[in-house]
């Protein structure tokens, strides 16, 4: 009988690529979501390729008290459900909280589950630095700035990945457990919603951006995420924290990359402010928002992210797809979704 993996969160954007290429490999899956019934929000997985005969969808909430346990008998785990997004109302309550605790639950599930060899935990770069300061970052590093203010989804990741890390030393359950740290993520969907780092390209090309800013990103390929997850669950030599990211774009070639791709150029920025002085006034009209997104501005405007990948196509073979490509290859999937308009003619 083949493997089975539990993967949380399953209809979200790593998530469903994930369990797309598990389903390809012939491993049977169980996915948790919110409402399985939810046709729009399960759709997308039940037309998988596979689907029918390897994936079962179940009912579990974050924020329950024991949401995993009765799921876990299953050799490896995909820990992937946690909250993302920038601006919220209570961060401790909307982020921090469901974040903890939906990972210490699947933690603490699998440890009861003499099956269970593997769990691979999806944290993110925000783990590893809360604002880039010109060091090239390993998984040696950690993210010490964030707090509950400042850059409030890196907090919530941070104390997730460390609760983690924490519960193993303190427990020694009989599983490993793997960490993967990725970058901006964008790509392909295999669902019509948008996720939150494909948002942002839709909102450079609707001019949601007022100039070209000094912002520098550092982008994955959802499908090498996927690939990174797949591969770690059944690779003998995988072992720790893996930064997954394939290279950096500034925002000013992002902009040529979205016209490239097809998208219609009318609301793209065209003003440059990405120079000492536009910085400067970026970050003085950023305290009109002190969180969220203002705080994301005054952490970023003028920094270049630097970062080591090399632990992971070493230990797990991973080749990166070249970000350009990807740029293009998301633009054209967000117009073909209609969440972008097309260039005419």
Same mark, same amino acid.
């Given at each position: 009988?083949?493997e089975?993996?539990?993967?949380?969160?399953?209809?979200?954007?790593?998530? /469903?690529?994930s369990?797309?290429q598990l389903l390809?490999? &012939?491993?049977?899956?169980?996915g948790?979501?919110?409402?399985?019934?939810?046709?729009?929000?399960?759709a997308?997985?039940?037309a998988?390729?596979?689907a029918e005969?390897?994936?079962?969808?179940v009912?579990?909430?974050l924020?329950?008290a024991?949401?995993?346990?009765a799921?876990?008998?299953?050799d490896?785990?995909?820990?992937?459900? /946690?909250?993302y997004? #920038?601006t919220v109302?209570d961060?401790?309550?909307?982020?921090?909280?469901?974040?903890?605790q939906g990972?210490? /639950?699947m933690?603490?599930?699998?440890?009861?589950s003499?099956?269970? +060899?593997?769990?691979?935990?999806?944290s993110?770069?925000?783990?590893?630095?809360?604002?880039?300061?010109?060091?090239?970052?390993?998984?040696?590093d950690w993210?010490?700035?964030?707090?509950l203010? $400042?850059?409030?989804?890196?907090?919530? +990741?941070?104390?997730?990945e460390?609760a983690a890390w924490d519960?193993?030393?303190?427990?020694?359950?009989?599983?490993?457990? @793997?960490v @993967?740290n990725?970058?901006?993520? @964008?790509?392909?969907? #295999?669902?019509?919603?948008?996720?939150?780092?494909?948002? *942002?390209? %839709?909102?450079?090309?609707?001019g949601?951006?007022p100039a070209?800013?000094?912002?520098?990103? !550092?982008?994955?390929d %959802?499908?090498?995420?996927?690939?990174?997850?797949?591969r770690?669950l059944f690779?003998?030599?995988a072992? &720790?924290?893996?930064?997954?990211?394939?290279g950096?774009?500034?925002? =000013?070639?992002?902009?040529? #990359?979205?016209?490239?791709? !097809?998208?219609?150029s009318?609301?793209?920025p065209?003003l440059?402010?990405?120079?000492g002085?536009?910085?400067?006034?970026m970050t003085l =009209? /950023?305290?009109?928002?002190?969180?969220?997104?203002?705080?994301?501005?005054?952490?970023?405007l003028? $920094?270049?992210?630097?970062?080591s990948?090399s632990? @992971?196509?070493?230990? #797990?073979?991973?080749?990166?797809r070249?970000?350009?490509?990807?740029i *293009?290859?998301t633009v054209?999937?967000?117009? $073909?979704?209609?969440h972008?308009?097309?260039?005419?003619?």
């Amino acid at each position: 009988m083949s493997e089975q993996v539990l993967v949380s969160g399953a209809n979200g954007f790593i998530a /469903s690529h994930s369990i797309a290429q598990l389903l390809e490999q &012939g491993k049977r899956v169980i996915g948790t979501v919110r409402n399985p019934n939810d046709a729009t929000r399960t759709a997308h997985l039940r037309a998988l390729p596979g689907a029918e005969a390897g994936l079962t969808l179940v009912a579990a909430d974050l924020t329950a008290a024991d949401p995993f346990s009765a799921y876990i008998d299953v050799d490896a785990v995909l820990h992937m459900a /946690s909250p993302y997004v #920038l601006t919220v109302q209570d961060a401790q309550k909307d982020l921090v909280d469901p974040a903890v605790q939906g990972t210490v /639950s699947m933690l603490r599930a699998a440890a009861k589950s003499p099956r269970v +060899k593997k769990v691979v935990l999806t944290s993110s770069m925000a783990a590893i630095t809360d604002e880039p300061d010109g060091r090239v970052l390993t998984e040696a590093d950690w993210n010490e700035k964030s707090t509950l203010t $400042r850059n409030a989804y890196y907090y919530s +990741k941070t104390m997730a990945e460390r609760a983690a890390w924490d519960f193993m030393e303190r427990e020694k359950p009989g599983f490993e457990l @793997i960490v @993967i740290n990725p970058f901006m993520v @964008i790509g392909p969907a #295999l669902s019509s919603e948008v996720n939150t780092s494909n948002q *942002i390209l %839709v909102d450079v090309a609707a001019g949601i951006y007022p100039a070209i800013l000094a912002l520098e990103w !550092g982008f994955v390929d %959802v499908r090498d995420v996927a690939d990174a997850h797949v591969r770690t669950l059944f690779a003998s030599g995988a072992k &720790g924290r893996y930064i997954c990211a394939a290279g950096n774009r500034n925002m =000013a070639q992002v902009v040529q #990359l979205i016209r490239k791709a !097809g998208a219609a150029s009318a609301k793209l920025p065209s003003l440059n402010l990405a120079h000492g002085l536009g910085t400067g006034l970026m970050t003085l =009209a /950023s305290y009109a928002q002190p969180a969220g997104v203002g705080s994301y501005l005054r952490t970023h405007l003028g $920094r270049v992210p630097r970062f080591s990948n090399s632990k @992971i196509q070493a230990d #797990l073979g991973l080749k990166f797809r070249d970000v350009d490509q990807t740029i *293009i290859d998301t633009v054209q999937d967000l117009i $073909r979704l209609g969440h972008m308009p097309a260039a005419k003619g």
